[in-house]
């Protein structure tokens, strides 16, 4: 994705990893091979990979700077998490800060980390390992949780047991209790977190919305800033396969029916606002605009080769 930029913001995607992920059956286990076969020719090769059939996707944050704050928006995976039954995510090794860093940025330069849920993808750079210990990688920010999002994954954390090989997709229980012992906890015993509620104003034109479904405190970053309306539109839609397709959720969505419900409004929301939309997990170019089409939404991406 290019920079985006306006009068006085703009906004960059770190990557942490990008490429065909997961069978579309997997992913996406209500889609029809009708629909797919309806919307495959289009999607292929940039999000479709033709090889395999495999869905692309992408793992990012996204980088948003402001005169007064610079905003690090969902945390990836994280380097060392012990996630086993997640493939290349277990004790994963990514150049991620060397990526921050080719944006000019150290980790003391974050102000504010935001994660629109508390998924494994996108809680894992919260922190980092050092001498055995999981310790903040922002050490100078405010991490913002959603409040219905932390009360509800902390109680897992409790009974959770320890990361081990079982069977695949694991509990969904255990996977984010562990995530919230080795990438939420440490941060907020650091005293560095802040529980904020729908509407929460993280900087000027810049506002927290809850989009509930995929997680019960599921949330989305509103942008309306001089020259730029955008969002940072976080899990409410993973592949273009669910923009054409509204009605089809993730089997990562803990609640598949609100899930759709809330992406269908989101999306027609976003369709009349023009707003640009950075999803968490579109590949190259990511960022791009919506409008209606018959019953669901056609997404053009911002192509910089177009
Ligand atoms: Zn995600």
Same mark, same amino acid.
């Given at each position: 994705m290019q920079r985006i930029e306006a009068a006085t913001i703009c906004i960059d995607r770190v990557v942490e990893s990008e490429g065909p992920l997961y069978p579309t059956e997997v992913l996406l286990p209500t889609l029809s091979a009708e629909q797919l076969a309806a919307e495959a020719p289009r999607l292929t090769p940039r999000c479709i990979d033709p090889a395999s059939g495999l869905l692309v996707l992408s793992v990012h944050s996204f980088v948003v700077r402001t005169p007064r704050r610079t905003l690090l928006v969902d945390a990836c995976v994280g #380097?060392?998490?012990?996630?086993?039954?997640? $493939?290349?995510?277990?004790?994963?090794?990514?150049?991620?800060?060397?990526?921050?860093?080719?944006? $000019?940025?150290?980790?003391?330069?974050? @102000?504010?980390?935001?994660?629109?849920?508390?998924?494994? @993808?996108?809680?894992?750079? #919260?922190?980092?390992?050092? @001498?055995?210990?999981?310790?903040?990688?922002?050490? #100078?920010?405010?991490?913002?949780?959603?409040?219905?999002?932390?009360?509800?994954?902390?109680?897992?954390?409790?009974?959770?047991?320890?990361?081990?090989? $079982?069977?695949y997709p694991p509990p969904v229980a255990d996977v984010l209790g562990v995530c919230y012992r080795d990438s939420v906890a440490p941060v907020v015993e650091a005293g560095l977190s802040e529980l904020v509620d729908d509407g929460y104003t993280v900087d000027d034109g810049i506002a927290l919305r809850l989009a509930p479904g995929h997680t019960p405190g599921n949330a989305v970053l509103e942008i309306d800033r001089p020259g730029l309306r955008a969002v940072l539109s976080g899990d409410v839609v993973h592949h273009p396969l669910q923009v054409r397709f509204p009605d089809v959720s993730s089997a990562f969505c803990v609640d598949p029916a609100r899930s759709a419900r809330t992406r269908r409004t989101c999306l027609a929301a976003w369709a009349a606002d023009e707003r640009l939309v950075l999803p968490a997990h579109f590949p190259a170019p990511t960022a791009g605009r919506l409008r209606p089409d018959t019953d669901g939404f056609a997404f053009s991406f911002l192509d910089p080769d177009a």
């Open positions: #380097n060392d998490k012990e996630r086993p039954g997640f $493939g290349d995510w277990h004790r994963q090794q990514s150049p991620y800060l060397e990526r921050l860093a080719a944006l $000019g940025l150290r980790p003391a330069d974050i @102000d504010v980390v935001c994660c629109t849920h508390l998924h494994p @993808d996108h809680v894992g750079w #919260n922190t980092r390992l050092a @001498d055995g210990r999981w310790v903040p990688t922002f050490p #100078n920010a405010t991490y913002l949780f959603g409040r219905v999002e932390w009360e509800q994954w902390s109680r897992y954390a409790a009974s959770a047991p320890e990361a081990r090989e $079982g069977p």
